[in-house]
Protein backbone atom coordinates (compact mmCIF):
# COMPACT_ATOMS: atom_id res chain seq x y z
CA UNK A 1 0.00 0.00 0.00
CA UNK A 2 1.27 3.59 -1.04
CA UNK A 3 1.09 5.59 1.68
CA UNK A 4 1.63 9.05 -0.36
CA UNK A 5 0.83 8.99 -3.61
CA UNK A 6 0.97 11.44 -6.03
CA UNK A 7 -0.68 11.60 -9.60
CA UNK A 8 1.05 11.99 -12.31
CA UNK A 9 4.40 10.94 -12.18
CA UNK A 10 5.55 12.81 -15.14
CA UNK A 11 3.56 15.85 -16.73
CA UNK A 12 4.73 17.30 -20.16
CA UNK A 13 3.17 20.89 -21.39
CA UNK A 14 3.37 23.87 -23.16
CA UNK A 15 3.81 27.53 -21.49
CA UNK A 16 0.63 29.06 -20.95
CA UNK A 17 -1.56 25.80 -20.09
CA UNK A 18 -3.04 24.95 -16.51
CA UNK A 19 -2.39 21.62 -14.97
CA UNK A 20 -2.87 19.54 -12.10
CA UNK A 21 -0.90 17.33 -9.83
CA UNK A 22 -3.24 15.44 -7.36
CA UNK A 23 -1.65 14.10 -4.20
CA UNK A 24 -3.55 11.51 -1.92
CA UNK A 25 -2.34 10.13 1.47
CA UNK A 26 -3.70 6.78 3.31
CA UNK A 27 -2.31 7.31 6.74
CA UNK A 28 -4.81 9.16 8.54
CA UNK A 29 -2.70 12.37 8.41
CA UNK A 30 -3.73 15.90 9.60
CA UNK A 31 -1.53 17.99 7.70
CA UNK A 32 -0.09 18.13 3.93
CA UNK A 33 2.35 19.88 2.05
CA UNK A 34 3.66 20.48 -1.19
CA UNK A 35 7.34 21.10 -1.83
CA UNK A 36 9.11 22.18 -4.98
CA UNK A 37 12.53 21.01 -5.72
CA UNK A 38 14.14 22.72 -8.33
CA UNK A 39 17.01 21.73 -11.08
CA UNK A 40 19.64 22.39 -8.41
CA UNK A 41 17.57 19.83 -5.98
CA UNK A 42 16.95 22.70 -3.63
CA UNK A 43 13.84 21.55 -1.76
CA UNK A 44 11.64 24.29 -0.75
CA UNK A 45 7.81 24.26 1.26
CA UNK A 46 5.36 25.77 -1.01
CA UNK A 47 2.22 24.91 1.04
CA UNK A 48 0.56 23.60 3.97
CA UNK A 49 -2.26 22.35 5.26
CA UNK A 50 -4.51 20.91 8.35
CA UNK A 51 -7.50 19.80 8.14
CA UNK A 52 -8.40 21.25 5.04
CA UNK A 53 -6.78 24.21 6.01
CA UNK A 54 -4.33 26.25 4.70
CA UNK A 55 -1.63 27.09 6.79
CA UNK A 56 1.74 28.02 5.22
CA UNK A 57 1.71 30.14 1.97
CA UNK A 58 4.71 30.75 1.14
CA UNK A 59 5.51 33.49 -1.44
CA UNK A 60 4.48 31.27 -4.35
CA UNK A 61 2.97 33.12 -7.27
CA UNK A 62 -1.27 32.52 -7.14
CA UNK A 63 -0.91 31.02 -10.81
CA UNK A 64 -0.16 28.26 -7.92
CA UNK A 65 -3.61 27.21 -6.33
CA UNK A 66 -3.50 24.23 -3.57
CA UNK A 67 -7.01 22.83 -2.82
CA UNK A 68 -7.87 20.09 -0.15
CA UNK A 69 -11.01 18.65 -0.65
CA UNK A 70 -10.61 16.12 2.48
CA UNK A 71 -8.06 15.29 4.67
CA UNK A 72 -6.71 12.51 2.83
CA UNK A 73 -6.13 14.63 -0.45
CA UNK A 74 -3.79 17.93 -1.66
CA UNK A 75 -3.93 19.28 -5.51
CA UNK A 76 -2.17 21.80 -6.98
CA UNK A 77 -3.33 23.45 -9.59
CA UNK A 78 -0.93 25.47 -11.70
CA UNK A 79 -2.30 28.43 -13.97
CA UNK A 80 -0.61 29.73 -17.15
CA UNK A 81 2.56 27.32 -16.55
CA UNK A 82 5.65 29.38 -17.50
CA UNK A 83 9.19 28.15 -18.05
CA UNK A 84 10.43 28.56 -14.51
CA UNK A 85 7.67 26.01 -13.31
CA UNK A 86 9.73 23.26 -14.14
CA UNK A 87 10.83 20.97 -11.32
CA UNK A 88 9.77 18.33 -9.14
CA UNK A 89 6.80 18.33 -6.94
CA UNK A 90 6.57 16.50 -3.51
CA UNK A 91 3.49 16.04 -1.64
CA UNK A 92 4.22 15.61 2.00
CA UNK A 93 2.03 14.57 4.80
CA UNK A 94 2.26 14.61 8.70
CA UNK A 95 0.38 13.58 11.46
CA UNK A 96 -0.61 16.88 12.69
CA UNK A 97 1.09 20.16 13.23
CA UNK A 98 1.45 20.26 16.91
CA UNK A 99 4.43 20.25 18.75
CA UNK A 100 7.06 17.01 17.87
CA UNK A 101 8.21 17.87 14.98
CA UNK A 102 6.34 15.11 13.31
CA UNK A 103 8.19 13.14 10.66
CA UNK A 104 6.99 13.79 6.99
CA UNK A 105 6.36 11.10 5.18
CA UNK A 106 7.16 11.95 0.95
CA UNK A 107 5.58 11.15 -2.09
CA UNK A 108 7.08 9.90 -5.01
CA UNK A 109 7.47 13.66 -6.97
CA UNK A 110 5.99 14.83 -9.75
CA UNK A 111 8.43 16.06 -12.59
CA UNK A 112 6.79 18.93 -14.58
CA UNK A 113 8.80 20.19 -17.88
CA UNK A 114 7.27 23.00 -19.16
CA UNK A 115 8.11 23.16 -23.16
CA UNK B 1 14.66 32.93 10.93
CA UNK B 2 16.00 29.28 10.56
CA UNK B 3 18.48 27.76 8.18
CA UNK B 4 20.58 24.91 7.05
CA UNK B 5 23.35 24.66 5.64
CA UNK B 6 25.19 21.87 4.43
CA UNK B 7 28.42 22.93 2.70
CA UNK B 8 30.03 20.06 0.74
CA UNK B 9 28.15 19.79 -2.16
CA UNK B 10 29.67 16.62 -3.97
CA UNK B 11 31.76 13.92 -1.99
CA UNK B 12 33.11 11.09 -4.18
CA UNK B 13 34.62 7.90 -1.56
CA UNK B 14 35.51 4.63 -2.73
CA UNK B 15 33.66 1.54 -1.75
CA UNK B 16 34.05 0.66 2.03
CA UNK B 17 35.35 3.97 3.22
CA UNK B 18 34.01 5.74 5.56
CA UNK B 19 32.56 9.35 5.04
CA UNK B 20 31.05 12.53 7.17
CA UNK B 21 27.88 14.32 5.33
CA UNK B 22 27.85 17.85 7.75
CA UNK B 23 25.09 19.95 8.62
CA UNK B 24 25.13 23.34 10.48
CA UNK B 25 21.57 24.62 11.77
CA UNK B 26 20.49 28.35 12.78
CA UNK B 27 17.60 28.81 14.50
CA UNK B 28 16.15 31.34 17.59
CA UNK B 29 14.07 28.87 18.64
CA UNK B 30 14.93 26.69 21.72
CA UNK B 31 12.70 23.34 20.94
CA UNK B 32 13.74 22.33 17.25
CA UNK B 33 13.64 19.03 15.27
CA UNK B 34 16.46 17.79 12.78
CA UNK B 35 16.36 15.40 10.27
CA UNK B 36 17.97 13.90 7.58
CA UNK B 37 16.04 12.07 4.45
CA UNK B 38 18.16 10.18 1.26
CA UNK B 39 17.44 10.58 -2.11
CA UNK B 40 18.56 7.88 -4.17
CA UNK B 41 18.59 8.34 -8.04
CA UNK B 42 15.20 6.92 -8.49
CA UNK B 43 14.07 10.42 -6.75
CA UNK B 44 12.26 9.37 -3.61
CA UNK B 45 12.92 10.70 -0.72
CA UNK B 46 13.56 8.61 2.43
CA UNK B 47 13.41 9.87 6.03
CA UNK B 48 16.59 8.60 8.04
CA UNK B 49 16.30 10.18 11.42
CA UNK B 50 14.81 13.11 13.47
CA UNK B 51 16.35 14.42 16.63
CA UNK B 52 14.96 16.76 19.13
CA UNK B 53 16.64 19.67 20.44
CA UNK B 54 16.32 18.14 23.79
CA UNK B 55 18.28 14.53 23.12
CA UNK B 56 21.99 14.70 22.09
CA UNK B 57 22.71 11.55 22.39
CA UNK B 58 24.41 10.32 19.30
CA UNK B 59 22.68 7.61 17.65
CA UNK B 60 23.81 4.61 15.16
CA UNK B 61 21.69 2.43 13.00
CA UNK B 62 23.83 -0.19 11.15
CA UNK B 63 26.56 1.99 8.97
CA UNK B 64 24.90 5.04 9.99
CA UNK B 65 25.64 7.15 12.37
CA UNK B 66 24.93 10.51 13.43
CA UNK B 67 26.45 12.93 15.59
CA UNK B 68 24.23 16.01 17.20
CA UNK B 69 26.43 18.61 18.88
CA UNK B 70 24.51 21.89 20.07
CA UNK B 71 27.39 23.62 21.21
CA UNK B 72 28.37 23.75 17.40
CA UNK B 73 25.17 23.65 16.02
CA UNK B 74 26.14 20.69 13.92
CA UNK B 75 24.32 17.56 13.39
CA UNK B 76 26.64 15.50 11.12
CA UNK B 77 26.17 12.34 9.58
CA UNK B 78 28.41 8.81 9.16
CA UNK B 79 28.24 6.45 6.82
CA UNK B 80 30.67 3.54 7.44
CA UNK B 81 31.76 1.42 5.62
CA UNK B 82 30.27 3.10 2.51
CA UNK B 83 28.84 1.11 -0.27
CA UNK B 84 27.65 1.71 -3.59
CA UNK B 85 23.40 1.50 -2.90
CA UNK B 86 24.66 4.40 -0.63
CA UNK B 87 24.83 6.95 -3.58
CA UNK B 88 22.30 9.54 -3.06
CA UNK B 89 21.60 13.11 -2.44
CA UNK B 90 21.75 13.45 1.69
CA UNK B 91 19.19 16.52 3.01
CA UNK B 92 19.72 18.01 6.35
CA UNK B 93 16.32 19.58 7.53
CA UNK B 94 14.90 21.54 10.61
CA UNK B 95 11.47 22.46 11.91
CA UNK B 96 10.55 24.14 15.08
CA UNK B 97 7.01 24.65 16.81
CA UNK B 98 7.31 27.89 15.60
CA UNK B 99 6.85 26.77 11.61
CA UNK B 100 5.79 23.74 10.46
CA UNK B 101 7.51 22.56 7.50
CA UNK B 102 10.86 21.00 7.18
CA UNK B 103 13.76 23.71 6.02
CA UNK B 104 16.12 21.68 4.16
CA UNK B 105 19.73 22.25 3.20
CA UNK B 106 20.90 22.60 -0.35
CA UNK B 107 21.90 18.35 -0.16
CA UNK B 108 25.17 16.73 -0.61
CA UNK B 109 25.77 14.67 -3.31
CA UNK B 110 27.63 11.18 -2.52
CA UNK B 111 29.18 9.06 -5.24
CA UNK B 112 30.24 5.78 -4.12
CA UNK B 113 32.69 3.98 -6.52
CA UNK B 114 33.40 0.10 -6.46
Known amino acids: DTAVSQTPKYLVTQMGNDKSIKCEQN?????MYWYKQDSKKFLKIMFS???????INETVPNRFSPKSPDKAHLNLHINSLELGDSAVYFC??????????????FGPGTRLTVL | AQKVTQAQTEISVVEKEDVTLDCVYE???????LFWYKQPPSGELVFLIR??????QNEISGRYSWNFQKSTSSFNFTITASQVVDSAVYFC???????????FGKGTSLLVTP
Open chain 1, 49 to 55: YNNKELI
Open chain 1, 92 to 105: ASSQDIGPGGNEQF
Open chain 1, 27 to 31: LGHDT
Open chain 2, 51 to 56: RNSFDE
Open chain 2, 93 to 103: ALTSNSGYALN
Open chain 2, 27 to 33: TRDTTYY
